[in-house]
Structures are given as C-alpha cells and as structure tokens.
C-alpha cells in the first residue's frame, strides 16, 4: 500500500473517563505519514464531563455525529447507521475501529455494509452487569454476538475479561478475542513529587490528614454509597482522617444526602470534575475503586503510576490489573467492613510504590499499545490482501 493506511475511530461520545483518553492518544499517535486516523463521537449528556479539552490539547479534532452518544433507540439508530454509512463510503477507511457498546454496534453495521476491510471492536469493559434492566442487558447481549461476527476481531483490556466475553457472556470463541492492555500517558503522574501539598492546600486538608480518595463518575456502576460506608468505619479507627470524592454525576445529590446522613460533612470533600489528576493521585494516601463492575480503570493505573496505593473491589478486570492483589488490595465487591479493614492496613503500613510504579509505565504506556496496534492492523490488512 502506497499511500498511508486510513482508519476510522469511532466512540459515542468523549465524557470523562479512560476510553476517550485512549482514542485520543491513539488517533493522535496513529498520525502521518504511515496513517490517517479521524475521530468520530456523538455528544454528551448534560450530567456528564466533557472530554473534548483533553482531544483539543493533542490536535485531535473529532467528527460530532449527536445521535451517536445517545442510548439505544431503533429509530434513531438506524438514522445513525445511515449517517455513518455515507462517512464510511466518503472517507474510504482500510480500518474501521469502534470503542464502547453503543458505537460498537452502529459502527461496525455501518463499516460492515459499506465493506470496510478489516472492523476492529474494543470493549473497555462491558454493560452486562450493573448498568441496565435484564431485558435491556438481553439486547446489548444479542447485538454483541451479531456484530462479532462482522468484526475482523475484538479486542479486550486484560484476560479476564477475555474469559467473561467468551465463556460466561458467549460473545464470541476466544480465538476472535486479542488482549492488549490499555496504553496511556502516565509521564506526568510518576513525573508529580509525591506529597507535594498541592492539592491538600487547595481544598483546606491538613497536610497530616490521613486522605483517602474516589475519583469517577457519580453513577450507580460506580457504587460510591459503599465507599461512604467504608469511611463511617475507618473514622471510627481514624477520626483524623478526609475522604475526598473527584467527578461528578447523575448521583451528586444523593450521595451528598448519604454524607450528612452518616454524619459526615465535616470529613468528605466533593471536588467535582478535576482535568490535571496527578496532583490528587500525588497527595492521596490510598486510592479507592468501589465498583460493582469494572473493565481497565484508568484511575487505578493512573493512582499506581503516581506513586499511590490501591484499594479496589475484585471485580471484572480488577483482579488481573493488580495481579491479584499484588499491586493493590483487593475486597469482596458489597462488603463495607472488608473495604474499611483494608483501608486502614494501607494507612498503618502503606506499601513501597516504587516498584509498581514503574511496571505500571512500561505495560500501560501509550508507546506499547501504539506498537501493539500496528502489529494487529498489518496483520489483519495482509490477511485481506490489503498490504
């Protein structure tokens, strides 16, 4: 192939959280003069964080299809197909790749319609437990399998999501299935001075304050009424210490509710969304994941390559992130008191972070998912006969 090698990214929308870092850095990264790579996104919801900044400060300027971020509806739907049809057919891409459930399926039909070469899918994580009504979960569950069928291969974060997608789910057989890690640009956290005060001095923490923080969206999935649960326990042991809440959400004034319910006002901070996230990570003393499902989270690989401990629910891919449990303590998901216990063994012997620091840059850094993917797609053209 002469000329560079053209790929088609699409996602449903840019609101905060891993995937829209992770297209952004790979259509930025996937650049001439061996590719062309455009972005396509819908827009976001108006409880949610807005991503686009972050696309902006890499010279990524997505293609807005609205209707594309929007949840499941067959009238719309097809419209969107349609629409990505037509920029399918107009752009002429070698490689369709698709990310998240919503643009997994309108993406790929189109690209498949429109005889794209080779159709890529990554699930980040999947919407089959803890998002959706059973009947609405039946649905993502079918359209799943049928659009595995029009994908060259689908690609996972880790092997225990592998494992979910083919064994318990049925997706697709594990010989579709690639695992390659999530690729990110952690220079700027392992590059913070841990404890630098900058964020403590920010929000009024004293700088002595034992200071256990949740960073994510306000959304049920998330489950942050069992991290407030956890505090009320670890208060009890630690009365000094804070409990920092970074996001924002659907779910903002409940929790606030839960807060003064629990007679915690005087110990939890809502920061709200937060764009620079290694200052928070630097000055945190344990990390918390509270999550009932959970793919790759971004604020776990994020958290480690800062230098700070992790305390995560061992659920979906959280097991296989932090080799279970060697990177970070794991608890039952739904257990407050198991949450709490960990949290407080992190506070009176913290772990020495150097060492999973440095891990976390080289098998999460965007230059090896970059080389990863360069690999797979030359290998998935040649099998079309395409280079």
């Known amino acids: 192939m002469t000329r560079p090698i053209r790929i088609l990214r699409i996602i449903a929308r840019l609101n905060v959280g891993g995937p829209a870092i992770h297209v952004t850095l790979l259509t930025e990264r996937l ?24 696309a902006e ?17 067959p009238l719309r739907d097809l419209r969107t197909i349609w629409k990505l049809y037509r920029l399918v057919r107009q752009y002429k891409p070698d490689i369709v790749h698709t990310h998240t459930a919503k643009a997994g399926f309108v993406g790929r039909m189109a690209a498949w319609l429109a005889g794209v070469p080779v159709i890529v ?4 994580g999947h919407v089959f437990q803890g998002y959706f009504s059973p009947t609405m979960t039946r649905i993502f569950l079918l359209l799943e399998r049928v659009t595995a069928r029009m994908s060259s291969t689908v690609i996972t974060l880790s092997e225990g999501l592998k494992r979910e997608l083919a064994d318990v789910y049925h997706i697709t057989d594990r010989e579709q299935i690639t695992v390659l890690p999530l690729g990110l640009d ?4 392992a590059a913070t001075v841990r404890k630098n005060g900058s964020f403590r001095r920010e929000h009024g923490i004293p700088a002595d304050a034992p200071l256990i923080g949740i960073v994510g969206r306000l959304v049920p999935v998330k489950n942050h009424a069992l991290f407030l ?20 959400g659907e779910l903002r004034a409940a929790l606030e509710a839960q807060v003064e319910a629990l007679g915690l006002r005087d110990t939890v901070i809502f920061t709200g969304w937060m764009q620079n996230l290694a200052p928070v990570y630097a000055d945190l003393d344990v990390n918390v994941i509270s999550s009932v499902n959970e793919g790759t989270p971004v604020s776990v ?4 390559a800062a230098g700070c401990p992790v305390v995560a629910t061992a659920v979906g891919g959280l097991p296989d992130l932090l080799e279970q449990g060697k990177l970070g303590a794991l608890v039952p ?23 999973t620091q440095a891990l976390m840059l080289e098998r999460y850094g965007i230059e090896r998912l970059v080389r990863d993917l360069e690999r797979l797609y030359a290998e998935l053209l040649v099998e079309k006969k395409k280079i």
């Open 31 to 54: 650049g001439a003069p061996e590719y062309e790579s455009t972005l396509v996104c819908g827009t976001i919801g108006g409880d949610e964080g807005d991503m686009r900044y972050y």
């Open 57 to 73: 400060a890499h010279g990524v300027t997505p293609v807005i299809l609205p209707d594309l971020g929007r949840s499941l509806h």
């Open 121 to 124: 899918h990554t699930f980040h």
């Open 186 to 189: 952690l220079v700027p956290f």
């Open 229 to 248: 649960e956890a505090a009320v326990r670890v208060k009890q042991q630690r009365p000094d210490t804070r409990f920092v809440i970074v996001g924002d």
């Open 301 to 304: 690989i994020e958290a480690l």
């Open 333 to 355: 998901s739904e257990n407050a008191e198991a949450l709490a216990d960990a949290l407080l063994q992190v506070l009176s012997d913290p772990p020495d972070g150097k060492a």
